[in-house]
């Protein structure tokens, strides 16, 4: 009698069928399972990154529009506080003008005195000197008086101190030129306002000579005060017109 084997279950046909089938079901939650680790993952990182795209986006737009991102050139505040400077320094050249002349006249009156004091011209060429220089003395000073006052009611204000309460950027050079034109134009002005001034107290005390209400004693007093406080007034109207010549506004 022949021993008895029990035959292994893989030959059992009902059981290679279960297996496979169990396989089979494994590998298909596996791939579902995957699919939806998948899904989820796609999901969020597309999510944030439409978000900061969408943050990227609009913060770009919103910061194209702001004045700090803009040159110093371009910035309103800075193109108005150039276009003042421009302005007033443009103005100036008409009291300018008109103060060169009136200066011109208080120069040579002045030099024939200094020529007198030295001996290099006699007292009748002198009067012919302060004779020549009263003539039209007043109708100039007068002209520079109204340019000038037109000029100070007019003109836009330019200081030294415009354009960096304007911006806090660095500023242009051709700004920067601008306002030093200006303020060395004004600088100019003031110098012959005070000097042109003192001329015309001395024109005043030569036609009251002239007039008889002065008597030479008196004239000369007087003009030697003017004498001297001329000459510093037109070394220091000369000093300012000297720097202001190497000045420009483009």
């Known amino acids: 009698m022949k021993p008895h084997y029990d035959e292994p279950m893989w030959t059992d046909p009902r059981w290679l069928w279960a297996a496979i089938a169990a396989v089979c079901l494994a590998a298909l939650l596996g791939n579902f399972a995957v699919w939806l680790l998948l899904r989820d993952s796609d999901g969020d990182p597309s999510s944030t990154s439409a978000g900061v795209q969408g943050g990227h986006v609009q913060q ?16 309103p505040e800075v193109e108005s506080a150039v276009a003042n400077c421009r302005s007033r320094w443009l103005q100036q050249r008409q009291p300018l003008r008109a103060a060169q002349s009136s200066m011109q006249q208080w120069r040579v009156h002045i030099r024939a005195m200094n020529e007198l004091v030295a001996g290099n011209i006699s007292l009748a060429q002198a009067t012919t000197f302060w004779n020549q220089t009263r003539k039209g003395a007043m109708h100039r000073i007068m002209r520079f008086e109204q340019d000038e006052s037109r000029y100070g009611r007019t003109a836009p204000a330019c200081s030294t101190n415009s354009l960096q309460q304007a911006a806090d950027a660095t500023i242009p050079v051709s ?27 001395h024109v ?47």
């Open 60 to 75: 770009s737009g919103s910061g194209g529009h702001r004045s700090d991102s803009m040159a110093p050139e371009q910035r």
């Open 175 to 201: 700004a920067r030129d601008c306002m030093r034109a200006a303020v060395a134009g004004d600088r100019v002005l003031a110098a012959a306002k005070t000097a042109i001034t003192t001329w015309q107290h």
């Open 204 to 250: 005043h005390d030569m036609e009251m000579l002239r007039k008889g209400h002065l008597t030479a004693a008196q004239a000369i007093q007087m003009w030697q005060m003017k004498w001297h406080m001329g000459q510093r007034q037109l070394a220091e109207y000369g000093h300012a017109s000297t720097h202001a010549g190497y000045l420009r506004c483009a």
